[in-house]
Nanobody, 123 residues
Framework: QVQLVESGGGLVQAGGSLRLSCAAS????????MAWFRQGGEFVAAISWN????DYADSVKGRFTISRDKAKNTVYLQMNSLKPEDTAIYYC????????????????????WGQGTQVTVSS
């Protein structure tokens, strides 16, 4: 059974940092793109299967960094300079296509989703 489990969420003051993790089990996602979304289906960031390509929403560009550790079957989202408007439940997702050339922002290409982790940024 495929599972994506997010962790690392919490309460932080504006300007602070958090690092989210998404650990996959049940299969390896080393050849699949991974992404982060937040509640409401808002795209946050995506990383290609080989980590050569990344994509970010304009609202987080320059503040968030997506990365992956294939050996650990884990993807990360480093969030710096957090703002109250970043408050949301954050979900990780895995692509359906092996070694895809493009990254998807719509969410439609991701059949696997985690349960989410809450991030709250206080002002």
């Amino acid at each position: 059974q495929v599972q994506l489990v997010e962790s690392g969420g919490g309460l932080v003051q504006a300007g602070g940092s958090l690092r989210l993790s998404c650990a996959a089990s049940g299969r390896t996602f080393s050849n699949f793109a991974m992404a982060w979304f937040r509640q409401g289906g808002e795209f946050v960031a995506a990383i290609s299967w080989n980590a050569n390509n990344t994509d970010y929403a304009d609202s987080v560009k320059g503040r968030f960094t997506i990365s992956r550790d294939k050996a650990k079957n884990t993807v990360y989202l480093q969030m710096n300079s957090l703002k109250p408007e970043d408050t949301a439940i954050y979900y990780c997702a895995a692509d359906r296509y092996r070694r895809a050339w493009t990254l998807d922002r719509t969410g439609q290409r991701y059949p696997y989703w985690g349960q989410g982790t809450q991030v709250t940024v206080s002002s």
